[in-house]
């Protein structure tokens, strides 16, 4: 990628930020009125400050892992593999807000365009998560010019904005708005409250990280562009933040609940007239790319957890369209849970995002301090100072995230965190245990081998004896055409066969075995008439009591399928199978075979 | 069932309609302003006239289906078959619609009481879904004092808040309310008003055929119990329904977007003490109690639509709780749906209520009217003009609410009625062909017979030949236990075997085909290479590849399946096997065969 490709795409998630960080931080020092907002521009200070280190930060990460560090890779690697699984807990939360955030966020500024949706801002968003789903399985690709566009567009819309608006401000004075609310307090200003609102505010660095992921998909060479370009997002970062934070000061814009801090501004700058409409569109297309960024990343890093077996293998597995199908189902699942379940309101959302973001900048940035202390390349001094201060202050923001939001909505991210650790080593357990399990030994495994019979001699000595007795047994459900085909592939078999029909009541059942003698009797028939309907309970008991008759009997279940010529009529057949299957599973010496039937 | 216990249970539905008809009515005149509430008794008084017509129509139904007359039986049986699905789609949209409204109408009762709970209304509203699905899935049953006390308590708070209302208001008269909203008037007075009022009012009615379905239940005489019952719950619904009215015209009360117009009559008869607690408790419960009878009757209607082969015979399956699980899963997750969609607002939802409500009201009295034509049991006259007359009203309702609600959501109803008829008309002939084509042919179907060597004959002369040629493939992703024990079971069937396996790279391929030789060789391995991690296409390729050089072979693939102890575990194993299931259906002559290993 060329860096004016790779500007756009990459730091879609990172500038995007500026729509709702500036306007979180507000939200909370408003709280405590006009003293509160006196301290806009400290707090202000103190995140661009942040941004700057954390920035420089990762320009130390390019240089280190030129073929792409993410946080669960730098950790992992530098701190050991839990480390690498708490940076990846943190990292599949903020994806997952990321998503819920960004389209709350998007959502906002058509409504605060077209007040007349903001009834229906619920579906709307399940709406952008659907389409969401629905584009990443058919595989979109992040790049090209359709996703360089609203970057690019905001970037204009954004400095359009901070200019004139700036301009208009100090030259002609902004006409004081009719109906402005008056900012009474109903908080006092205290430590925490400027916590909060730092913590908040810092959510406008949420995507900083991304270059740095993505080193290997710039031109040679590689790791100097991405420097370069992380470096101009870095300052895009800092202007577009600076300059809409002095410019809500300036003109005295707070938030409201209906109307998005931008969304006045731009009101106040240009009226309702097409510039208007612009920013609002390209804050619109922004927000929303930066949601589907998380939408490449998360089913990534979940095909890394699983090939490193702390994810079920199913992530693992690419779709025909070559995407992590299973993976972006689990985020869309997940971002409309929480979006549902906080209303769609971005503020609600804030509390939750800052938590696992600067967890996983933490872990990561320490991670590449213990990289510096063993690696001991040029320059390692400097770099690692970087990366200390860079990890010290993130670490800060984590904590004061932590502590100060943890009654309105932190608790749930760090909930989440731990699930998810506890979860991935649980599976990771099994699946180590599993393998353990079914390791070939020299010892204990011989070969199979071909009797002088034709019969082969068994491997599983105590389970499988020597020559296996086998049993096949037909269960039918009606006797006709599907049913005689399983029989016939039974008989086939040169194995002893027998039937078992589950007949509903006594009468069906004489009806069945009067039918089955006028049609030959060719193989054993077993009736069960079972009464409620029931079909799956009766046969697993019929061959659990033939199992206890005969331990040595290997049983095979047949049953017949009927396989229909269009895919969507096959929901209509076969549905006890899979029930029965899981019912078989647990027996062992228990084998079954379908035997499909046309129509 | 005894009559008291009866009516509360069998007529939650009915009453607690009066929760939000009038008010539905009332929202539609206040948009006319003060001209259109002077229309509210005219309305009021038809649709009084049609509550009893309705009633005394169905205790005709009553007495002719003392096993429990339903629309889509009653319609089914004298309009015939295309008829009665008709009616049963109405009644389908009806439950689901029940469930919406009853949820959403009870949450506004919470709401009105507490109003900060307001923002949650959708997250609240699902949560009642999910509390339902897993109350219906467990086998809640609707009866005893716990059904019956939200019906009885329900009655008492709204006789309570008629009496004391009116004497209050007759008597010393109203204290005006302060910062009483004006009433402005949008649109002027006009038929459609007129009648977009009358259907909206209508649904205040909905819920008064349950007593017709639930005749069996009745103590003996049933049908004579189920008629008191049913005449006390019509004379309960229109005395509740017309006292609201005028209450709430006495009162000066239009319906609010905040405030439900019953918690406004409470708040001005009881302040905000505990009496005005209970009618909104009694008013969140009996609507709670609504949405459970849906609950019980959708999944029953479904049944019975599969037992007619209307329906996927999925939904004609009783769970271990005898309850039809997948219907109830059905039935909340339309519902949800709906909820989200509409956003929780009853008057959103209540123009898409009428239209199936009263389509199956009209099928189901047409239908008696053919019955007591075909009868001439005594006094079938006068049965016959009640029907009619119901039949003419209901036919009325249903198209006055189709036409003046059609673009506020009534086009969504008759939609879903559409699709609803397109769809179980299909799976009917779908059904309907598959039966044929499994059906039992003297002629063409001879039954397989065991050759002298013990080989079968088989029956299906055109695709499985006299003597059968098989052919065992065991697909092999590693080579572990589990796959030594498939190609045990593979070996020990006496037929020719042939290991396969897909590798991912050339290399993996080598070292498998290294270690096969190492192990004996003692089964013929034919190895893929597969790149990009696919394991499905490149096996049913091959598959095909040797069915097309081997026609005549049956071609038995064996998959080794690893069980695990518990069953949460199995979702870490074996997702390619329901893939390869899948791809290898439609394949003519494969025969699928899992062999467990347990780890």
Redesign the interface.
């Known amino acids: 990628m060329r860096k004016l490709v790779a500007l756009p795409v990459l730091s879609a998630d990172a500038l995007s930020s500026v729509a709702y960080g500036p306007e979180a931080l507000l939200a909370v020092l408003v709280l405590a009125g006009t003293a509160g907002l006196g301290y806009v521009f400290p707090v202000s200070g103190a995140i661009v400050l942040l941004i700057l280190v954390v920035g420089l930060s990762y320009r130390q990460t390019i240089r280190a892992y030129p073929h792409g560090g993410g946080s669960y890779i730098v950790a992992g690697d530098n701190l050991g593999p839990v480390a690498g699984l708490v940076a990846a807990a943190g990292l599949m939360t903020d994806y997952v807000l990321t998503v819920a955030v960004s389209i709350a966020s998007g959502v906002a500024a058509v409504t605060s365009a077209i007040p007349g949706l903001a009834?229906?801002t619920?579906?709307l968003g399940?709406g952008v998560i659907a389409l969401l789903l629905a584009g990443n399985l058919r595989g979109v690709r992040q790049a090209g010019v359709l996703f360089a566009a609203p970057t690019y567009a905001f970037i204009i819309a954004m400095f359009l904005l901070i200019i004139i608006g700036l301009t208009q401000g100090f030259g002609e004075g902004f006409t004081p708005r009719p109906g402005d609310p008056a900012v009474t307090a109903t908080e006092g200003v205290g430590l925490l409250l400027i916590m909060r609102a730092f913590s908040s505010g810092a959510t406008a660095m949420t995507g900083i990280e991304a270059i740095s992921n993505a080193v290997p998909a710039f031109r040679p060479v590689a790791w100097r562009q991405a420097r370069t370009t992380l470096s101009w997002m870095t300052g895009l970062l800092i202007a577009m933040f600076a300059g809409i934070i002095v410019l809500a000061h300036v003109a005295d814009v707070v938030p409201s609940g209906q109307e998005t801090v931008l969304s006045q501004l731009a009101h106040l700058s240009f009226g309702s007239g097409w510039l208007y409409v612009f920013v609002q569109a390209a804050t619109a297309a922004v927000l929303l790319l930066a949601a589907n960024t998380a939408y490449n990343d998360f089913p990534r890093v979940l095909s890394l957890l699983a090939r490193d077996e702390f994810a079920?293998?199913?992530f693992?597995?690419?779709g025909d369209r070559?995407a992590y199908s299973n993976g972006i189902i689990l985020l869309s699942l997940a971002a409309a849970l929480v979006f549902?379940?906080f209303?769609g309101?971005t503020t609600a959302l804030i509390p939750l995002y800052a938590v696992g973001v600067f967890l996983a900048f933490t872990l990561s940035q320490c991670g590449m301090v213990v990289h510096w202390w063993n690696k001991r390349s040029p320059n390692w001094r400097r770099s690692m100072a970087f990366n200390a201060l860079g990890a010290l202050l993130s670490f800060l923001v984590f904590i004061t995230a932590g502590i100060s939001k943890f009654t309105s909505g932190a608790w749930v991210a760090i909930l989440a965190v731990g699930l998810f650790l506890l979860l991935t080593l649980r599976?990771h357990r099994?699946?180590s245990?599993?393998r353990a399990?079914?390791?070939?030994r020299p010892d204990t495994?011989p070969?199979?081998?071909?009797t002088a019979t034709?019969?082969?001699e068994?491997?599983?000595r105590e389970e499988?004896p020597d020559?296996?007795h086998?049993l096949v047994l037909v269960a039918l459900a009606?006797?006709?055409?599907?049913g005689?085909?399983a029989?016939?592939?039974a008989?086939?078999?040169?194995?002893p066969v027998l039937a078992l029909h589950i007949g509903l009541t006594e009468e069906e059942a004489q009806r069945s075995r009067a039918y089955w003698t006028a049609?030959?009797d060719?193989?054993p028939l077993e009736i069960v008439v079972s009464p409620?309907?029931?079909t799956v309970a009766p046969l697993v008991h019929y061959v659990q009591a033939l199992h206890q008759q005969h331990p040595g009997l290997?049983l095979?279940v047949v049953l017949p399928?009927?396989?229909?010529r269009h895919?969507r009529?096959q929901?209509?057949?076969n549905?006890t199978a899979p029930r029965l299957?899981?019912a078989l599973?647990?027996l062992?010496k228990?084998?079954?075979?379908?035997?499909?039937?046309?129509?």
């Open positions: 009834s229906v619920v579906p399940l079920p293998r199913m693992m597995r690419l070559l549902v379940a209303d309101q599976i099994h699946y245990s599993v399990g079914l390791r070939l495994a070969a199979p081998q071909r034709g019969a082969p068994n491997e599983e499988l020559d296996v086998h009606t006797l006709d055409l599907a005689l085909r029989l016939a592939y008989a086939s078999l040169g194995q049609w030959g060719h193989v409620y309907r029931a290997t095979t399928e009927i396989v229909t895919r009529y929901l209509l057949h549905r299957r899981r599973r647990p062992p228990v084998v079954i075979t379908a035997v499909p039937f046309h129509v």
